[in-house]
């Protein structure tokens, strides 16, 4: 048995160590947000995070989370709720075909998490290991940079971020 702890609820699954977390998440748990993209750790579109730092799904084996918190885009908000980076993307329509969305989405958590005001430079810095094919670069940087904005004006430490995007709950 495996214990994995996604967005706050425990779940013990009776699934083979070495499986990718990807499809414990997507085929045992029903979190669909992180998708397959190239199976080899290149694209993102897998991200999720854990222990507080974006990972590759698709690259993390089940048997590395044990006891380890996992956060999926899922935990963030909702469609009817979104977080304030999920609105951020909404609104600077940072999404185009949304395949990479939800890795970029929680990249870009990881790092609010631990930087409220990131520059221009660290958001592209700690963004570049995801790719996004249809070239929105440009709105997802904006949008990072609008919910950072948004997050310290509503008076959120990094901490704090955690909390308000949907990570405690």
Do not use: W
């Not at 590759?56 to 469609?79: D, H, K, M, N, W």
């Not at 609010?112 to 997802?140: Q, V, Y």
Request: hydrophobic fraction near 45%; glycine fraction near 10%; charged fraction near 15%.
């Amino acid at each position: 048995m495996i214990t994995l702890t996604v967005n706050g609820v425990a779940h013990s699954l009776d699934i083979d160590p070495s499986m990718p977390l990807l499809y414990a998440l997507r085929n045992h748990l029903q979190l669909n947000g992180a998708k397959f993209g190239c199976g080899m750790g290149q694209c993102g579109a897998c991200t999720v995070i854990v222990d507080q730092a974006p990972v590759f799904s698709c690259q993390f084996p089940v048997s590395a989370i044990q006891g380890r918190p996992v956060r999926t885009i899922e935990g963030l908000g909702s469609a009817e709720h979104p977080g304030p980076l999920q609105k951020a993307f909404i609104d600077k329509q940072a999404a185009q075909c949304g395949y990479c969305i939800a890795g970029m989405v929680m990249r870009a958590q990881a790092l609010l998490d631990r930087n409220s005001a990131p520059t221009e430079a660290e958001i592209r810095a700690h963004m570049e290991p995801n790719l996004c094919r249809c070239g929105t670069h440009m709105r997802i940087i904006a949008a990072i940079s609008e919910a950072a904005a948004n997050l310290r004006a509503a008076g959120d430490d990094p901490g704090h971020a955690v909390a308000l995007a949907g990570g405690a709950k």
